[in-house]
C-alpha cells in the first residue's frame, strides 16, 4: 500500500515562503510522476505542479508559475514544493498525489494515490 505523508504547512505572512515535503512508502518512489494540488474551501481541487519520474520535466500551474518550484529527491522518497512571494490566494489544503506511470500531468484523475494534506494559511 502507497502512503504518501505531507508536512511543511502553516501560517505565514504574505510575501512569505514555505516549502512543502511528501514522503512516499515504497521502493519504486523513482518510476513515478508526482503532482501538488490544492483545495480552498469552497473551492474545486486544483492543479498546482508535477514532476516527471526522473525530474527532467516539470509542470506549474499559471497562478504559481514563477513564484513554486517543485523537486524531488529519488534517494530519499521525497518531493518537495517550494513557495515563494505567497499571497492569500494561495490559502488551501495542499495536497501530493502519484501516479501509476512515469509521466506528470496536470489532470487530477490520473493520480492514483493521495495524501491526506497540509493546510497553508497566507495571511494578509
Known amino acids: 500500500q502507497v502512503q504518501l505523508v505531507e508536512s511543511g504547512g502553516g501560517l505565514v505572512q504574505a510575501g512569505g515562503s514555505l516549502r512543502l515535503s511528501c514522503a512516499a512508502s515504497?521502493?519504486?518512489?523513482?518510476?513515478?510522476?508526482m503532482g501538488w494540488f490544492r483545495q480552498a474551501p469552497g473551492k474545486e481541487r486544483e492543479f498546482v505542479a508535477a514532476i516527471s519520474a526522473s525530474g527532467d520535466s516539470s509542470y506549474y500551474a499559471d497562478s504559481v508559475k514563477g513564484r513554486f518550484t517543485i523537486s524531488r529527491e529519488n534517494t530519499k522518497n521525497t518531493v518537495y514544493l517550494q513557495m515563494n512571494s505567497l499571497k492569500p490566494d494561495d490559502t488551501a489544503v495542499y495536497y501530493c498525489?502519484?501516479?501509476?506511470?512515469?509521466?506528470?500531468?496536470?489532470?487530477?484523475?490520473?493520480?492514483?494515490?493521495w495524501g491526506q494534506g497540509t493546510q497553508v494559511t497566507v495571511s494578509s
Open positions: 498525489a502519484r501516479r501509476n506511470t512515469g509521466y506528470a500531468t496536470d489532470y487530477a484523475r490520473d493520480y492514483m494515490y
Open positions: 515504497g521502493r519504486t518512489f523513482s518510476w513515478f510522476g
